[in-house]
Structure formats: C-alpha cells, structure tokens
C-alpha cells in the first residue's frame, strides 16, 4: 500500500483481445496538460484509436478517466469521464458519472484505465489494489445490470462497479454504463462498446488512500468552496428540488421536447411534474462522494400499478425526456427510469426513439401490425413495451435500436421524424422556446444533441426575453452577481454587458465549454450552484495545493481549451463536417408552439463562436496558429 | 464528559466527507478505511449510517485492552487508544459492538475516535447537520421543540 500525493500515479491498461494487462507510470506532462478525467481520455483515445475504426469493433478504445481532485473532501469531487469511438455519432463518444467508482478506482492504484480489444466470451474486470484480473462472467451475462450487481457485491463487499445490462449485451446503439444502481455513463452510446468488448463489468476496490500536498492549505482551500458554493442564490433551490427546477420553467417558455418537439408544452405539464408532485412521490436526498448538495431524490411510489418501487431517480432530463417526449405520467417515468437502469440504457435517447416511434405511429409512417400494438402519446404501457422491444432488439425494436439517425433511414419516411443533432438525441430542451448560451452550446457538442457540456455559469431562468435573437440571452442579475464571477474581466466585459442586462451567447459558450470541461478533468459537478460559484482561481489554488503542481487559474482554463481542441480535431478527423452543426429540420420549418429558428442568424452566432475559440469562422476548424498556440501541432 | 457526538441517522445522504476530512485530519491522508468515522452505506435500498464512537460509559475496549493502550483520558473524558502502548492485538476491534474500533494494516496498531480533542472534524464538515457535537440535554430540548412545531406551526 503506497499513499500517493493527488494523482494515483498509474495508468491500467487492458488488452481483451490478448488477455493481456499492461501498468504505465502517469507522465507528468500528461498531468499539466491534460489534468486529468476527460482530458486523459481525449488525449488517449485520439492517439489510439485509428481514423475510421468500427466502433463496435476491436480496435476501439474504451477510457474510464477519474478526476484530478477525486479522492479528496473538495466538493462535489466524485466524478469520472468514460470515452470511446461513440456507436451514435461515429465521433468523441464521452460521459460522466459522480458516485463512488472514480474514488474506488484511484484508491486502488490508477488514475486511467485503458481498454482494449475483444474477448472472446464474455469476461468482467476485477481490480483490487495492486491486482488486476480478467474473470469470466458467465455468471452475470444475460443478468440485467441490478441483479448482476447483487451478484458482485455480494461477492465483493464494499467493491464499487461499472456495468452493461442486456442492452449493452445486445449492442443497442445508446446502451450506456450503470454506474452502480442508479447512475451511468449515459450518453453516447458507451455500453455498446463494452459490450462489443463482450466486458460485463468493472469492479474495483480500492483502500490505499491519497494525500494532499499540502494539507493544511488544502483543508482551507475546500473549507472555502464549500462556502462559495453554499452562498449561491442556486444553492437552496438545488438542494431541495435537485434538477427538477427546471423542469416549470422550460414549460412556460415552451421549451420542452412535448411529443417528439411536436409541442413547447403538454397541457396539464404544471399539475402533472410540479414541484408539489414531486414532493408527494419523493422522500430524502442522495449524496454522490464529497457532495455538499445532494441534488438526487430518493423516490418511492405507494399506490397504482407501479406501486412498491423504490429507487433514486426523479432527475430531470430523463423524467422530462419520458413525460414530455412520450407523454407519460410522473409515475411511470419512474418505471421507465428503473428499466432504463437494469438494462442499461441511454433514458435521453431511449425516450426520443420511443418518441419519434410514436410520432410515426400517429402519422402512419408505422403501423400497429409492424409494432405489434398501438402506440400512442401518453400510453405508459404501450410506451414501456416498446422500451423493452427496444432493450432486447424485438421487432421494431431491433431497428429504433440503432438510435434516431439510422432509425430513420431505416424505415421509409421516417427521417423527419429523428431529433438529433449529429447522431445523439437531443434532450428537453427546445431552442424554438428559448434561445440561450445553452441552444448554442448543443450545436457546438462535441458529443452531438446534448446540453451537458455548456452551460451559462450565471444562467437566468427567470426570463425569456430575447431583443437581440441568437447573440444575447438576458443577463437579468445586479452588479454582485456579476462581480462574484470568477471570469478574467477583460473577458467578463465582453461577455456581460450590465447596462444592456445582456450575456454575450457566442462568447458566454466558449467560456462554459472549457469552464465544464475543467470541472469534468478534476472530477467536480457541474451542477449550478457549483458552476456558479467555482471558477479557475479557486481551483488553481485546490489543484496546486493537492498534488503539488503550480497552475494557475490561466494554465488551467488553457489546459480546457486544450482538451476540448483535441476532441474536435478527433471529430474533424472522423470526418465532422461544418453543416453538421445543424438543429433537426422540423425546428427551421414549424414554430413547435414556440418561434421558428432562422437559420441564417444561427449560422451567424456559429460564426462568432468559431472567432472566439480562435477558430476559422467559415469552416469551424481550429486555426493553425490555435494548434500551435496549444501545443497540439 | 458535558459535550456528546450526536448522530441522526436520517439526516445522512451519505456523502462520506466526513470520512475523508477524518483520515486526513489524523493521518494526512483521505482514506476510509483509516477514517475515524465511517458510513455504512446500502445504495440499492437507499440508506446510509455514519458510525463512530460512542464513548460508552463502560467501554468495552478499555476493558479488554490487556496492555493499558485504549483508556479514558482523565482531563477530557475522551476515550483514546495510545498507538505507543498498542500491542496490536485487535481486542477492542473485536470487541467493540458498533464495529467503530478499527486497526490501521500499515502501522499495525488500533485507532479510534478521539472526537478531535473537542472539536471533532466530522461534525464540522457535516453540511446536513447528521453529524453533530454538543450537549445532549440541549439537543433533545432541540428535538422536542421540532415535535412541538409540527403539532403546532
């Protein structure tokens, strides 16, 4: 048992195809560099995954990338990146997850974990400190992702583990990775390949301990972010509610995905999902590591036919994802949560393939003799049904399987009704509703249709009014908000005007994709009362102090811009092209309840956004004087 | 001994910051495994217990501590485990009922709660006020206060 100083040290690489382990001492430039999470995996999958290789095939990378700052107190410091060829988009494929696997896996030695190949039959992954082994998973193969756990925790007590369930198995396009119970690796399409890897799961148990650089310094420092955090006018509303804040909000700007965008809102949206109903259905918070907000509800439904379930869920994304898209009652997107659970899929994409099927259903494209029953808006049974077609590959189901994009093309007719952007299903959010840094932010994804990887630190859900369409959202807070930002000033100027109460969406994206992809490196959440309230000086301070290493605030948010660079090169070596940066086409040609977009005006915020990220403004490709600038020629 | 540490089982989330500040406190490193206070933690069915010492009034790992290391300090009244007088029997591992006592693979020796020398980190650093430290008379005073509100707000 060796105590380490922040970072693990090691990184763990696994060969399926040749049962072979191979242990590598973490370089020190890869550390400055990169930091560590999703910066070790841009790193490693764009050196080691081939242009044009077969995701579901042997030569695709699978990284599990634990967070710089995962092991310590430091707030909300659990998480884990995980990233791959994605199966959906063919692009930068990467989600992340908190819990307790990424503490767990660096306690046990390792800081990376590397996997490639193929196994022959199906295999799981057992790492305890210092020891690796390869294990047939006979056992749990063909078990759905809850009853395997038992299994291995049983098995393993106190272990922590990274699981497919029979959707992974069967290689469903948007199968992910359960983290645990009720967390995953959602997006993108990650469980498909380590099912193609025929890997059941990671287990890892971990005991040897880290150590700071400076303790004492460091106490103080996590001291003071959790002061920061707990000041911010999001933190109690968090606290309480979780993400289901958002949920009221988007329906009075008529921004939600109702029935496959279809709608900005259902009808009875405010009685159905309201704060109160979630209250009724929801007892107690759930905590990931070192989480001082604990936005997870634990949810227990007491009568109707889902009566007796029991679980952590009511998250936003996924309860909107079912209850607008699919039109489904509040307690059947919990049912619908616990199956997206143990079978391991993508609830975001799931949703929106049972969706776009219903859509079809009503129009004609499908009919009830090729889906076997009908399937309407607001049918929780039939649409559950259909999540289970969808999970085993049976009838139709085999086909929604592939995810929306090859769905439709697929089936005659059908391709107007896939909401993608790139190959990944667009979550709730409707820009026709509500054009925000946010909108702007799912073209830019590197990752394709998702809202996760920009987000306007000082977002003001109070307003929706829009005088300057697509380059300002409204700023909407006083002068003490905008001085506690932790942002450059000669940046925060351009990005903030006070006395037009306007942010800047161009500018306000760039800054929030390499803000969250920091977070996402040193394993903090981006939930917003942290995003709000941390920025690149308190964490220069937290990294420096944990492992020894002098950056500052500049360094760090250099490193960010970095990471996110080199996964857009990736894409751009896959063959990403300019026009793919594009809503679905319903969005340009009805107003969905809302505003049609304009597509001109669009283009022309992208443009912005590629001059800010010193990118080539026609093109959206980094310039080579960014590449050189980066250190990435 | 006037001060107590309290514990309220519901209020716990289940963070285990508590155990990471302990461990680094006391050992300079975040470690469950050496943290004074650990979370018995069920994640399927939604339950978390933070367990520490509870300074028993007959402790039972001072009485089968056979080399005088686990005693009661006269001054404070907390019951501490003396890693120089430590023969490393695991005794008081075994025999304490919470499953609090624990015993350190690399030092070879037992460790336990020393509730900080009075002030414990633990109940500093927990945000939902599951982990606590004070009187016990005013705490229940607190608690019967809380009853009486949700009778009459």
Same mark, same amino acid.
């Not at chain 1, 306690?107 to 022959?120: E, H, Y």
């Not at chain 1, 450059?488 to 037009?500: F, N, T």
């Not at chain 2, 495994?33 to 007959?58: F, H, K, Q, Y």
């Given at each position: 048992m060796r105590k380490s100083i922040? #970072?693990? +040290?090691?990184i763990l690489e696994v060969d399926?195809? @040749?049962?072979h382990l191979r242990v590598r001492e973490l370089p020190d430039d890869m550390c400055r560099g990169y930091l560590g999470g999703i910066g070790f995996n841009a790193r490693i999958v764009y050196d080691q995954v081939p242009a044009g290789t077969d995701p579901l095939g042997p030569d695709n990378v699978l990284v599990f990338g634990v967070g710089a700052m995962v092991g310590s107190p430091f707030p909300t410091a659990s998480r884990t990146e995980v990233s791959a060829k994605s199966p959906m988009t063919g692009l930068f494929g990467t989600s992340n997850s908190g819990m307790f696997f990424g503490i767990q896996l660096k306690n046990a030695g390792f800081d990376a974990l590397v996997i490639k190949g193929q196994s022959p039959t199906p295999v799981y992954l057992l790492i305890e400190d210092g020891s690796v082994n390869i294990l047939g998973a006979a056992e749990i193969w063909g078990q759905d992702s809850w009853a395997a756990l038992d299994i291995l925790k049983n098995k393993y007590p106190g272990a922590e583990a990274a699981l497919i369930g029979p959707a992974g198995e069967n290689r469903v396009r948007f199968a992910c990775i359960e983290?645990? #119970? #009720? $967390? =995953?690796?959602?997006?993108t399409g990650l469980g498909a390949v380590m099912g193609a890897k025929k890997l059941k799961a990671i287990v890892v148990r971990g005991r040897q301990g880290l150590s700071p650089h400076r303790t004492d310094s460091f106490? %103080?420092? /996590?001291?003071? =972010?959790?002061?920061?955090? %707990?000041?911010? &006018?999001?933190f109690q509303p968090f606290k309480s509610y979780g993400s289901m804040n958002a949920a009221m909000p988007y329906g009075s700007f008529k921004a939600l995905n109702a029935h496959n965008f279809n709608r900005g809102c259902l009808p009875d949206w405010k009685e159905n999902f309201a704060r109160n109903k979630v209250e009724e259905l929801t007892k107690g918070h759930i905590a990931c590591q070192s989480c001082i907000i604990a936005c997870a509800h634990w949810v227990e439904i007491r009568e109707g036919p889902y009566q007796g379930l029991k679980m952590k869920d009511m998250e936003v994304t996924p309860t909107v994802s079912f209850g607008s898209g699919c039109g489904m009652s509040l307690e059947a997107c919990v049912k619908a949560a616990e199956m997206g659970q143990r079978y391991g899929m993508d609830m975001v994409s799931a949703a929106s393939v049972m969706a776009m099927a219903a859509e079809m259903f009503t129009r004609g494209t499908i009919t009830a003799e090729e889906l076997g029953y009908e399937l309407n808006f607001g049918d929780d049974v039939a649409m559950l049904r259909l999540m289970d077609d969808i999970a085993h590959r049976r009838g139709l189901?085999?086909?929604? !399987?592939? +995810? !929306?994009?090859?769905?439709?093309?697929?089936?005659?007719?059908?391709e107007e009704y896939a909401m993608h952007?790139?190959?990944? @299903?667009?979550?709730?959010? $409707?820009?026709?509703?509500?054009f925000s840094t946010w909108s702007l932010g799912m073209l830019t994804n590197v990752r394709g249709g998702d809202h996760l990887r920009c987000r306007n630190p000082i977002e003001n859900l109070r307003y929706n009014e829009n005088k300057f369409a697509y380059q300002k959202e409204r700023f909407g807070f006083d002068q003490k908000m905008y001085e506690a930002l932790d942002m450059p000033d000669h940046l925060k100027k351009k990005a903030i005007d006070l006395e037009a109460d306007t942010t800047d969406i161009a500018i306000m994206s760039r800054w929030a994709e390499d803000l969250i992809n920091?977070?996402? !490196?040193?394993?903090?959440?981006?939930?917003? &009362?942290? %995003?709000?309230?941390?920025? &690149?000086?308190?964490?220069?301070?937290?990294?420096?102090?944990?492992?020894?290493? @002098?950056?500052? /605030?500049? @360094?760090?948010?250099? =490193? !960010?811009?970095?990471?996110?660079?080199?996964?857009?090169l990736f894409n751009l070596r896959e063959g990403e092209k300019t026009e793919d940066s594009r809503f679905p086409g319903r969005f340009y040609q009805e107003d969905g309840g809302a505003v049609k977009l304009d597509e001109q005006q669009i283009t022309r915020v992208l443009r912005q956004y590629y001059q800010a990220r010193g990118w080539e403004p026609d093109s959206g490709r980094p310039s080579p004087e960014k590449i050189k600038e980066l250190g990435l020629d | 001994m006037s001060k107590v540490l309290l514990i309220e089982y519901d209020k716990c989330v289940g963070c285990k910051n508590c155990e990471m500040i302990c461990s680094l406190v006391h050992e300079g490193t975040c470690s469950s495994r050496l943290s004074r206070i650990r979370v018995a933690r069920d994640e399927r069915a939604g339950w978390n217990i933070p367990v520490s010492c509870a300074m028993c009034e007959e402790p039972i790992c001072v009485a089968v501590c056979p080399s005088g290391a686990c005693g009661r300090d006269p001054n404070t009244g907390i019951i501490m485990i003396d890693s120089a007088r430590c023969i490393g029997c695991r005794q008081c591992v075994m025999a304490c009922p919470f499953g609090h006592a624990n015993f350190d693979p690399l030092k070879k020796t037992a460790f336990k709660c020393d509730l900080c020398q009075g002030d414990p980190q633990c109940a500093k650093w927990c945000w939902t006020g599951a982990i606590s430290y004070g009187p016990l008379e005013e705490w229940l005073a607190q608690k019967r206060q809380q009853l009486a509100l949700k009778l009459h707000p």
């Amino acid at each position: 048992m060796r105590k380490s100083i922040g #970072y693990a +040290g090691l990184i763990l690489e696994v060969d399926l195809s @040749e049962q072979h382990l191979r242990v590598r001492e973490l370089p020190d430039d890869m550390c400055r560099g990169y930091l560590g999470g999703i910066g070790f995996n841009a790193r490693i999958v764009y050196d080691q995954v081939p242009a044009g290789t077969d995701p579901l095939g042997p030569d695709n990378v699978l990284v599990f990338g634990v967070g710089a700052m995962v092991g310590s107190p430091f707030p909300t410091a659990s998480r884990t990146e995980v990233s791959a060829k994605s199966p959906m988009t063919g692009l930068f494929g990467t989600s992340n997850s908190g819990m307790f696997f990424g503490i767990q896996l660096k306690n046990a030695g390792f800081d990376a974990l590397v996997i490639k190949g193929q196994s022959p039959t199906p295999v799981y992954l057992l790492i305890e400190d210092g020891s690796v082994n390869i294990l047939g998973a006979a056992e749990i193969w063909g078990q759905d992702s809850w009853a395997a756990l038992d299994i291995l925790k049983n098995k393993y007590p106190g272990a922590e583990a990274a699981l497919i369930g029979p959707a992974g198995e069967n290689r469903v396009r948007f199968a992910c990775i359960e983290n645990s #119970y #009720y $967390d =995953a690796w959602a997006r993108t399409g990650l469980g498909a390949v380590m099912g193609a890897k025929k890997l059941k799961a990671i287990v890892v148990r971990g005991r040897q301990g880290l150590s700071p650089h400076r303790t004492d310094s460091f106490i %103080e420092i /996590a001291w003071k =972010a959790r002061q920061l955090i %707990e000041s911010s &006018p999001f933190f109690q509303p968090f606290k309480s509610y979780g993400s289901m804040n958002a949920a009221m909000p988007y329906g009075s700007f008529k921004a939600l995905n109702a029935h496959n965008f279809n709608r900005g809102c259902l009808p009875d949206w405010k009685e159905n999902f309201a704060r109160n109903k979630v209250e009724e259905l929801t007892k107690g918070h759930i905590a990931c590591q070192s989480c001082i907000i604990a936005c997870a509800h634990w949810v227990e439904i007491r009568e109707g036919p889902y009566q007796g379930l029991k679980m952590k869920d009511m998250e936003v994304t996924p309860t909107v994802s079912f209850g607008s898209g699919c039109g489904m009652s509040l307690e059947a997107c919990v049912k619908a949560a616990e199956m997206g659970q143990r079978y391991g899929m993508d609830m975001v994409s799931a949703a929106s393939v049972m969706a776009m099927a219903a859509e079809m259903f009503t129009r004609g494209t499908i009919t009830a003799e090729e889906l076997g029953y009908e399937l309407n808006f607001g049918d929780d049974v039939a649409m559950l049904r259909l999540m289970d077609d969808i999970a085993h590959r049976r009838g139709l189901g085999d086909i929604l !399987a592939e +995810g !929306a994009k090859l769905a439709g093309q697929k089936i005659a007719g059908g391709e107007e009704y896939a909401m993608h952007i790139k190959g990944l @299903e667009m979550p709730m959010i $409707d820009p026709r509703g509500r054009f925000s840094t946010w909108s702007l932010g799912m073209l830019t994804n590197v990752r394709g249709g998702d809202h996760l990887r920009c987000r306007n630190p000082i977002e003001n859900l109070r307003y929706n009014e829009n005088k300057f369409a697509y380059q300002k959202e409204r700023f909407g807070f006083d002068q003490k908000m905008y001085e506690a930002l932790d942002m450059p000033d000669h940046l925060k100027k351009k990005a903030i005007d006070l006395e037009a109460d306007t942010t800047d969406i161009a500018i306000m994206s760039r800054w929030a994709e390499d803000l969250i992809n920091l977070f996402n !490196a040193l394993g903090v959440c981006i939930r917003p &009362p942290v %995003e709000h309230k941390i920025g &690149p000086t308190i964490l220069a301070e937290a990294f420096t102090a944990w492992t020894g290493m @002098e950056m500052t /605030a500049e @360094e760090l948010m250099c =490193a !960010a811009e970095r990471i996110w660079n080199v996964m857009k090169l990736f894409n751009l070596r896959e063959g990403e092209k300019t026009e793919d940066s594009r809503f679905p086409g319903r969005f340009y040609q009805e107003d969905g309840g809302a505003v049609k977009l304009d597509e001109q005006q669009i283009t022309r915020v992208l443009r912005q956004y590629y001059q800010a990220r010193g990118w080539e403004p026609d093109s959206g490709r980094p310039s080579p004087e960014k590449i050189k600038e980066l250190g990435l020629d | 001994m006037s001060k107590v540490l309290l514990i309220e089982y519901d209020k716990c989330v289940g963070c285990k910051n508590c155990e990471m500040i302990c461990s680094l406190v006391h050992e300079g490193t975040c470690s469950s495994r050496l943290s004074r206070i650990r979370v018995a933690r069920d994640e399927r069915a939604g339950w978390n217990i933070p367990v520490s010492c509870a300074m028993c009034e007959e402790p039972i790992c001072v009485a089968v501590c056979p080399s005088g290391a686990c005693g009661r300090d006269p001054n404070t009244g907390i019951i501490m485990i003396d890693s120089a007088r430590c023969i490393g029997c695991r005794q008081c591992v075994m025999a304490c009922p919470f499953g609090h006592a624990n015993f350190d693979p690399l030092k070879k020796t037992a460790f336990k709660c020393d509730l900080c020398q009075g002030d414990p980190q633990c109940a500093k650093w927990c945000w939902t006020g599951a982990i606590s430290y004070g009187p016990l008379e005013e705490w229940l005073a607190q608690k019967r206060q809380q009853l009486a509100l949700k009778l009459h707000p």
